[in-house]
């Protein structure tokens, strides 16, 4: 009885049963890949979004009529801090020459 199992163990292929894609045994590589697309894949649409961009933490000083006015705005446009700060530099960059080019001549 023994024998007639250990012909049927020899006789499977384990190595087609564990090929994926022509390939032999996944790789760390490929298997961190693929449980890191499992993992965004479980996200909720709000923390795709969040990780969407990675973001950079900037500090400045501002006097207590700096900190008024962003207020005001912020108010103003029902947008936060950041916003506020984009749209701000946004316009001040459209006001701004680049250098090297036909308008600064």
Excluded: W, Y
């Amino acid at each position: 009885m023994t024998g007639q199992l250990d012909d049927d163990i020899d006789a499977v292929d384990f190595d087609a049963i564990f090929k994926r894609s022509g390939k032999e045994f996944a790789s760390r590589e490929e298997r961190d890949r693929r449980l890191t697309a499992e993992r965004r894949a479980g996200f909720t649409p709000k923390q795709r979004e969040r990780m969407a961009v990675p973001k950079k933490i900037v500090n400045f000083r501002a006097s207590d009529e700096t900190r008024a006015l962003i207020r005001r705005l912020e108010k103003h446009f029902d947008e936060g801090q950041t916003a506020i700060m984009h749209r701000a530099l946004a316009c001040l960059a459209a006001t701004v020459p680049v250098k090297g080019t036909a308008e600064q001549a």
